[in-house]
């Protein structure tokens, strides 16, 4: 098994010893802590083997976490990795800041080891599944050049992964597009095909239960047939990409920008993150269940 390295940044000792312990259990998981920003910036810069992951405190002295978060995310060395960002600044504005800036999640205290655990699993599994994706795009970009048309059908949450990392590999910025393919595609399955609605799905996640259910309801006979479509379509200066399920749709204009009233809701902010890092544009159609969303190509 491949060994995770996480860096744990917190000004406070007792904070760092708790983060510490609740991911000292996972035996592939190599800890490392830093006492503040600056300190941060040097285990960032010195590390032999890149950080797969940092959970990152907001409020510290000298350069807080907003700070080194910005500046992770400028430098091309670290910009890749994912950062979820754990505090008390729990303001809507506050977190507003930390997504734009880049955060994986922002994670506000207190809260629960699972919730920290799980997040800590999703960002580590979109992390290599985004190095696979950028480690194949220079060749799929070429063979994209002799393209002008593919579609595929999928049903399940693991097709989603598997054809948004293919897809990804054809796209200039291979991070940001896997990220945003896979998550118009899961609102495809999970609302659109299997009727999973918002709330619905917050409480599954908090019980840990939302991809057992989406097992559960692919295996009933009124979902049985359903399957949702991915089209990509490559014009001259762009990347066409319409998704469509079979769903009887929903009001996608709620979830297009961050709402202050769901910011602290563990789902709701991935159309509206796709569209800010992934995407040219993103336009739904009709009742909500077709989305078109663009890649400019560089000309």
Excluded at 90 to 113: D, H, I, N
Excluded at 176 to 184: D, I
Excluded at 222 to 242: H, K, N, V
């Amino acid at each position: 098994m491949a060994t995770t390295r996480i860096l744990i940044v917190d000004d406070e000792p007792i904070n760092r010893a708790v983060i510490d312990e609740y991911l000292s259990e996972e035996p592939d998981y190599l800890l490392d802590t830093a006492s503040d920003g600056e300190d941060a910036w040097r285990a960032l810069q010195e590390a032999t083997t890149p950080y797969d992951l940092v959970i990152l405190d907001r409020i510290m002295p000298a350069l807080d976490g907003l700070e080194l978060l910005r500046r992770m995310k400028a430098d091309p060395r670290f910009a890749d990795a994912p950062v979820i960002m754990q505090t008390a600044a729990s303001a809507p504005e506050q977190v507003r800041q930390g997504l734009a800036a880049g955060a994986y999640y922002y994670l506000t205290k207190p809260y629960e080891p699972e919730t920290l655990l799980a997040l800590v699993r999703a960002a580590v599994g979109d992390r290599r599944a985004l190095r696979s994706a950028v480690s194949r795009a220079g060749s799929m970009e070429r063979a994209l050049r002799h393209l002008s048309l593919m579609e595929f059908r999928f049903r399940t949450i693991d097709e989603v992964h598997t054809l948004a990392e293919f897809l990804a590999g054809l796209c200039p910025n291979p991070q940001n597009a896997r990220f945003g393919l896979a998550e118009l595609m899961i609102n495809a399955v999970e609302h659109g095909n299997l009727g999973i609605g918002y709330r619905e799905k917050t409480l599954l996640l908090m019980d840990n239960d939302w991809l057992a259910e989406i097992g559960r309801r692919l295996e009933l006979p009124q979902f049985g047939g359903r399957s949702a479509s991915i089209r990509l379509e490559r014009l001259d200066d762009r990347l066409r990409f319409t998704i469509a399920d079979a769903g009887r749709g929903f009001d996608w204009t709620r979830y297009l920008d961050f709402d202050p009233a769901r910011i602290f809701d563990p789902n709701g902010r991935g159309i509206a993150m796709a569209r800010r890092t992934a995407f040219s544009d993103i336009a739904y159609q009709g009742c909500g269940n077709t989305v078109v969303a663009t890649i400019a190509l560089a000309g």
